[in-house]
Structures are given as structure tokens and as C-alpha cells.
């Protein structure tokens, strides 16, 4: 009998596309309820209480002040390649943050204007980097209301080509950050970055950066002339390698989340509009109060209400199944219209989505749309029970 068993056995025995089909036809089981959804966001003064509760962090043997004294002496180098017609891009482990300043402060001001860029914070902007070298008292004749960033760059370049004024040297902070890797912010930089009479050096901390640049873009060299719109960046790679904590970058890359994850992850469209608004940065009580001093009397009006609401909301929940997904608190628009109308804040649709709108534009108010039956769309406010409370705390006290 067991023969019988073994040769049958040897019979149905998978081969190797059978086992694979088997498994490949196996659905994957993945949960939703993932860490980084329970945790509790945190905002910009959270997340500094907790740096400093921690003890001061040390190098071994004075491995810090080694490196610092490492890349010191390089300076020089740096400075002629600059000069030499290559822009320098920095890489390696640690923020470099410290060091590139000191670069730009005992090297680069000796020779000409100097402007750093904090290519990290979440609401900088190419034109704010222009207006910053427009600002220059050496430049300050230039017009700032140029028509476009590109024809602003351009008159920079024109402006430091004449072979009186001193060069402009350029230190950017995270070049491959979200706001420095936009269409323009790249057209504007690779005018820049191809103008003989400025020099670069920019630090990158992304493993993919070198994806940023085409071979061509990056190899491309400086002209001698800048009457010619001339486009290129002429990188020479050098490690700069400091094991620095990235404390300062990370107080400012995100400040609902250390992590850089919103505190309001929604799904579909909220999501795509979570992404999208106010440059990708997350709301935040100081941007919120900003938003709520720039707009009408009614509008603040519906803001407490939808603030009263959702609060209510949040605290009549029995299971909170994300901690940081606030569209679960969202209201219906047709019950908001009709407490508007109650309250007499928006007596019609129009009146009320004009309201909604500036807020829509500015983030602080998010919609989606449910399906299903009742569905319809729905608001919330992305921000914390606590944080509401403080902004229409503030916000009465103002009033």
C-alpha cells in the first residue's frame, strides 16, 4: 500500500511552472493598520521640546572636529574650481549644512557677493532666491518685477558679467529639494548655474539626485559670454561627508510630522489635493491664523463652525481607527450648508462655496468625494483637536 502511496505521489508532483502559478495565483494579504498611521503627528514646537529633552549627542574621540577640520582645508580647492568655471556639488552622509557656511564665510565673501539659499524650507521659492540677490546693495539697481524667473535670472548673469563687478557665488542648501525640483525652479538654476560670472555650490542628500541632471546638463561647460542665453551646470561631485544629524532640516522639512508624512493622509482625491496644496507643505496653526486674518468676518464665522463641529465629532468617536486620518471627522456639505443658513453666515450655495473657496486654496479646508449611498462630498479641517482649539482660541481673542 505504501508503494502504491509513493508512486502516486511521484505521478502529481508539481513541476516548477506549476509551483509558480500556484503561488503567483495567491492573493497578497496586506493590512492597513500600519505604525506610522497610529503615531500621533507632532508640530514644530513638539518636535523641538522633544530634541532637547534628549542628551547632547558626541562624537568618539573628537571624530566631528576631525571632519570639520578635514573639509577646512579644502576650501581653497573649492574655490578655484568655482573660479575655474565648475559648479560643485557636495554629497555624502550628514547635513552639511554648517559647513558650507563656513565655506561661504571664509572663502567665498572674500572674493565676491555671497548668497545662501535654504533650498530645505518648505515655503522657499526660486523668486525669493532671485529677490535675495536682487536685494544686494551692488544690485539693487536691477528691476524685480522682471515678466518671468527666467528673464530675472538672465539680467542677474548680464548684470555680473561685466568685468568690473565682483562675481556672485551661490550656496544652496539642498538643491534636490521638492521646491528646487519643479520645471522652473530648474530652468531658472540652469541659467544661473551657466553663467560664467556665478558660481554654485550646492549640497544634495537624495540617493537618486544625479537622476535630476541629464549627462549633457551636468557635464555641459561655461561660456565666456553671457550675451547668449547659455543653459548648464558643469558639476564636479565632492564627498562631504559630516555624520551631523540633520536637526535643524528636519525642525522645518515637515512640521506636523518628523517622519515628513502629513498628519492627514486621506485616499483619492483627498489625497491628490493633500499633495498638491500650498506648495505640498502641511497646514499648520501659524498658517492657519495667517489664512483666518486675511479673509472676511463671515468667513471666519464658518470657520468656528466647522471647527465646532469637527471637534464634536472627534469626540464622540469610539474608535478612532487611524490617528492622523482627520477625513473620518469630515462633514457633509449638505449638512454645513444648512448650519450656515441656520446661523446666517450663507443663505445659498453660491455665497457659502465662495466662502469655502478661499480656504480650499490656501489648505485649510480639504474635500473629497464619497460614493455610495448618502455619499456626496465632503469637508474637514486638517489639523489636530488641540491645534483647532488654540487657532479659534486666538482667533476669539483677536476678534
Known sequence: MSNDIEESHSILAETAFDAYFVQASKSSRTSDHVFSNLVEPLSAEEYHAAMKSLPEQSFPFGQDARLRSHHSQYFPQFIRELNAGFNILFFGLGSKRDTLNQFAVQACAKYGNCVVVNGFQPNFTVKDMLNSIINIPDVTSLDPQSQTLDSQARRICDYYASASKRPLYLIVHNIDAPNLRTTKARSCLSIL????????????????????????????????SSSVAHRGYAWLWHDLTTLVPHDFELSLADRSSITGASGFMGTGHARLQQDHFANGVAMTEEAAQHILASVTEKARKLFTMMTTIQVKAIDEAVDVSVAGDLQQ???????????????????????????????????????????????????????????????????????
Open 193 to 224: 548655474c551657466g553663467s560664467p560670472a556665478v558660481r554654485v555650490a550646492a549640497s544634495v542628500d537624495l540617493l537618486h539626485a544625479p537622476l535630476l541632471w541629464s549627462s549633457t546638463e551636468s557635464l555641459t561647460r561655461k561660456r565666456s
Open 329 to 399: 471627522f469630515a462633514i457633509g456639505y449638505d449638512t454645513l450648508f444648512n448650519a450656515a443658513r441656520d446661523n446666517f453666515i450663507a443663505t445659498n450655495d453660491t455665497a457659502l462655496r465662495s466662502l469655502l473657496g478661499e480656504f480650499k486654496d490656501h489648505g485649510l479646508v480639504l474635500s473629497s468625494t464619497v460614493g455610495g449611498p448618502g455619499g456626496g462630498e465632503v469637508l474637514w479641517i486638517p489639523l489636530r483637536k488641540e491645534r483647532l482649539l488654540r487657532v479659534v482660541e486666538t482667533l476669539e481673542l483677536t476678534a
